[in-house]
């Protein structure tokens, strides 16, 4: 693996890293009546997208890598989605919305990336 490819995914495993610790911080305000409903929705595709994450970045055959960073990115769908309700429902602040939507915004970008590079090789 190139140096740069693996600062590339030290920056992504940082940036999901924030991502688990912003969202654990704000599920925790969410209502008791979502504590087994959106609230484990959201950290059942946070922690799936972490472990595809580390596969990704773990595995070295191409093909594997693209499958799990597709599985990454389809847990950061989801996680969009869910961040969508918590507005609409009002369980997060529009404050909370954007700073949320950034986090993923800025490590979608990096995924993008990442696949595209590896779809060149």
Same mark, same amino acid.
């Not at 912003?22 to 484990?40: G, I, M, Q, W």
């Not at 429902?89 to 939507?101: F, P």
């Given at each position: 693996m190139s140096n740069l490819t693996a600062n590339n995914? $030290? ?8 991502? @688990?610790?912003?969202?654990?911080? #704000?599920?925790? %305000? &969410? ?29 070295y055959q191409v093909q594997n890598k693209l499958k799990? $960073?597709?599985e990454l990115d389809i847990e950061l769908d989801l @996680?969009?989605?869910?961040?969508? #309700?918590?507005? %609409? &429902? ?32």
């Amino acid at each position: 693996m190139s140096n740069l490819t693996a600062n590339n995914n $030290l920056v992504i495993y940082q940036k999901y890293l924030e991502l @688990i610790s912003y969202t654990n911080d #704000l599920v925790r %305000k &969410y209502p008791k009546s979502e504590t087994f409903a959106l609230v484990k929705e959201i950290k059942v595709s946070l922690y799936h997208g972490f472990r595809s994450l580390m596969y990704g970045i773990k595995t070295y055959q191409v093909q594997n890598k693209l499958k799990y $960073l597709s599985e990454l990115d389809i847990e950061l769908d989801l @996680i969009k989605v869910y961040i969508r #309700l918590s507005y %609409k &429902y009002k369980y997060i602040s529009t404050q909370n919305y954007t700073a949320w939507s950034n986090i993923l915004t800025d490590i979608c970008n990096m995924l993008g990336g990442w696949i595209n590079s590896c779809r060149k090789k």
